[in-house]
């Protein structure tokens, strides 16, 4: 190893050899293996629940890594098991002694509920199509059925879709859910490369090879002179293309072969400058050295100089011919420039719709035609399309099919100019997931993910009740992701964690829309208790929900106008309702005893409380 010093750091695994020499060339070696712990694997069990209760469970084992391990479940456990969990997903993040982590999933169904068959899973045929389906068949629990899949679809059945992890919850006419999650695969990415060997001046035996990797085999070929092999002899000076296609059908990009001549001219391709998507100033400047003056240009556009200007995107190639009939070629590609990549300014949970918020700052141009949200699913480095924000648009995007309350979630944003050029993905950028479970006497413990995207000093801490309303109670430094609340009163209590950004983000766009400037990234509301519930209307009334917990009804007492939502836990809408008296009274003598939220919308604002059905 080529350091001559006494330590060396940052080694990957293998064996490393040193030699120490002294002061008389008297030396001394001795070898020594780097070695690595096996990577961390997780292996989960799991309880089902109650229908609409939350007695359930998951277990984790883990091996490999550097004891010990340390645990983190989306639903506030700090342990290798999590308990009182109703039906969902749950995800797991376990940390060894060395900083490795290994996330995983866990699926909590309900007993009695809908049970899921797996009737086929359609792979893409071809890398990066969206050609895969899920097929599903769905029997037991009482039906009707309600399915939510993670893409938003409300189908049994899902199709068109690209790589990845999907997650379905099923729930039945009781309120029992099934939840499970499935993967979509797809072949590796066919490629294709050729290597030549060039023809002798004046003669017809150059040859080419073409090999191929990715896809699905076998590879059919097809040159643009009519070849059908990999590999053609008996090739004159010039330039050919070659069309490689997988047994599915899948096509690489074509493949540029450049025959030349041995002892000829050499063509060097000195600059390329790129056109704007639908431009044509794109341009081409080579230089010639070698064979024999004078040399002859031709591209295969007609232009007979050493340089090609006015481009628009598309494959140029070049033949230069030298005073003995030497012929070398090129070819160069003119791509288009490809949109900047945007960045996120900050991701939120959005403190009326408890659903996320992504928020970026767009630049000025005239070029961008919108932009493209993407969420990270189950599966870490799994992106899928969220959503898409026209350019002239507000320059923020409330994701619908997230639940904060069961996750953190990771976004990247890309932009797409006026011809589908996309650019790559931004940074990302991950949501804060609060949890909170019982504390030693009157406290209360508040567990946290960390948020990710941009530099912060520490996270804020607010405790609201309805006597004071939100209050910042405290802060703690980054790097630490819990706090021991011990609040003055016992009553119903919300917690929010918070970090601020440096600078504020300005989202821009249509003057009429609402929203922002945003300086502040909140995660989910989390709460101690099942409230019974009188909450204050802008101060000029009251509503009460009573009574709580219910068994047979419940009255909505107090708003004169308005809508009710009755959702479960997972933010699933079982009931909805118009309000146009001030007194309402909603049957939910059907539903299983458990968790239910009502979400009441006013003009004031929405209210979201829980509720317990006996």
């Given amino acids: 190893y080529y350091q001559q010093t006494s330590a060396i750091f940052n080694l990957c695994p293998g064996t490393y050899s040193v030699t120490v020499t002294d002061h008389y060339n008297c030396t001394a070696s001795s070898n020594y293996i780097v070695t690595q712990p096996a990577a961390i694997t997780l292996n989960i069990t799991t309880t089902s629940a109650s229908c609409g209760q939350d007695n359930g469970s998951a277990s984790a084992t883990v091996t490999g890594g550097t004891q010990p391990y340390t645990?983190?479940?989306?639903?506030?456990?700090?342990?290798?098991?999590?308990?009182?969990?109703?039906?969902?997903?749950?995800?797991?993040?376990?940390?060894?002694?060395?900083?490795?982590?290994?996330?995983?999933?866990?699926?909590?169904?309900n007993n009695n509920g809908p049970v899921i068959t797996v009737s086929s899973i359609t792979n893409l045929t071809c890398y990066g199509s969206g050609n895969g389906a899920i097929n599903i068949t769905v029997s037991g629990g009482t039906f009707p059925y309600t399915f939510s899949w993670t893409t938003g679809a409300t189908t049994e059945d899902i199709s068109n879709l690209t790589e990845g992890p999907y997650e379905i919850e099923i729930t039945d006419a009781d309120a029992c859910m099934t939840t499970a999650s499935y993967f979509v695969s797809q072949p590796n990415q066919l490629n294709a490369v050729a290597t030549t060997t060039p023809a002798t001046c004046g003669n017809t035996n150059g040859a080419a090879t073409i090999t191929v990797t990715g896809g699905t085999h076998p590879y059919t070929y097809l040159w643009s002179m009519g070849g059908t092999n990999a590999t053609q002899t008996g090739l004159a000076p010039g330039v050919y293309s070659v069309t490689v296609t997988d047994s599915h059908s899948c096509s690489a990009n074509p493949v540029m072969v450049n025959i030349n001549t041995s002892g000829g001219p050499v063509i060097t391709v000195d600059s390329v400058i790129q056109t704007g998507c639908s431009g044509s100033d794109g341009a081409i400047y080579t230089s010639v050295s070698g064979g024999v003056l004078p040399y002859t240009y031709l591209w295969n556009n007609g232009v007979e100089t050493w340089q090609a200007t006015s481009l628009a995107p598309g494959v140029y190639s070049l033949t230069v011919i030298d005073a003995n009939n030497c012929i070398a070629a090129t070819s160069v590609e003119i791509s288009g420039i490809i949109p900047p990549?945007?960045?996120?300014?900050?991701?939120?949970?959005?403190?009326?719709?408890?659903?996320?918020?992504?928020?970026?700052?767009?630049?000025?141009?005239?070029?961008?035609?919108?932009?493209?949200?993407?969420?990270?699913?189950?599966?870490?480095?799994?992106?899928?399309?969220?959503?898409?924000?026209?350019?002239?648009?507000?320059?923020?995007?409330?994701?619908?099919?997230?639940?904060?309350?069961?996750?953190?979630?990771?976004?990247?944003?890309?932009?797409?100019?006026?011809?589908?050029?996309?650019?790559?993905?931004?940074?990302?950028?991950?949501?804060?997931?609060?949890?909170?479970?019982?504390?030693?006497?009157?406290?209360?413990?508040?567990?946290?993910?960390?948020?990710?995207?941009?530099?912060?000093?520490?996270?804020?801490?607010?405790?609201?009740?309805?006597?004071?309303?939100?209050?910042?109670?405290?802060?703690?430094?980054?790097?630490?992701?819990?706090?021991?609340?011990?609040?003055?009163?016992?009553?119903?209590?919300?917690?929010?964690?918070?970090?601020?950004?440096?600078?504020?983000?300005?989202?821009?766009?249509?003057?009429?829309?609402q929203g922002g400037p945003y300086s502040q990234s909140f995660s989910n509301l989390d709460d101690n208790e099942i409230p019974v519930a009188i909450v204050s209307v802008n101060n000029t009334g009251y509503i009460s929900v009573y009574p709580n917990p219910a068994n047979n009804t419940v009255i909505i007492e107090g708003l004169q106008a308005g809508k009710i939502e009755l959702m479960n836990i997972h933010g699933q809408v079982i009931k909805d309702m118009d309000i146009t008296a001030p007194k309402t009274t909603i049957d939910i003598s059907k539903l299983s005893g458990g968790v239910y939220i009502t979400r009441i919308q006013t003009n004031d604002g929405i209210i979201m409380k829980k509720l317990l059905k006996q």
Avoid at 88 to 93: D, F, P, S, V, W
């Fill in 341 to 513: 990549v945007p960045q996120i300014c900050i991701v939120s949970v959005d403190t009326t719709e408890q659903k996320n918020l992504i928020v970026w700052e767009k630049e000025i141009t005239t070029t961008i035609d919108h932009y493209n949200i993407y969420r990270e699913g189950s599966w870490a480095g799994y992106y899928f399309l969220a959503g898409s924000v026209g350019y002239t648009q507000y320059s923020q995007f409330l994701d619908t099919n997230s639940n904060p309350q069961m996750r953190a979630y990771r976004y990247k944003i890309t932009a797409v100019d006026q011809c589908g050029n996309e650019s790559p993905a931004s940074e990302p950028h991950k949501t804060i997931h609060l949890a909170i479970n019982d504390g030693i006497g009157n406290s209360w413990n508040l567990i946290w993910t960390e948020y990710q995207g941009f530099y912060f000093l520490g996270y804020y801490i607010y405790r609201h009740t309805n006597s004071e309303g939100w209050t910042l109670i405290d802060s703690i430094a980054t790097g630490y992701n819990s706090y021991t609340d011990w609040p003055p009163s016992m009553g119903q209590l919300y917690y929010r964690i918070g970090v601020f950004k440096n600078d504020t983000c300005y989202p821009s766009g249509d003057l009429k829309a």
């Fill in 71 to 109: 645990y983190a479940w989306t639903s506030g456990s700090m342990q290798s098991v999590a308990d009182s969990l109703a039906a969902g997903m749950y995800m797991l993040t376990v940390t060894d002694a060395n900083g490795c982590v290994k996330f995983t999933l866990a699926s909590i169904s």
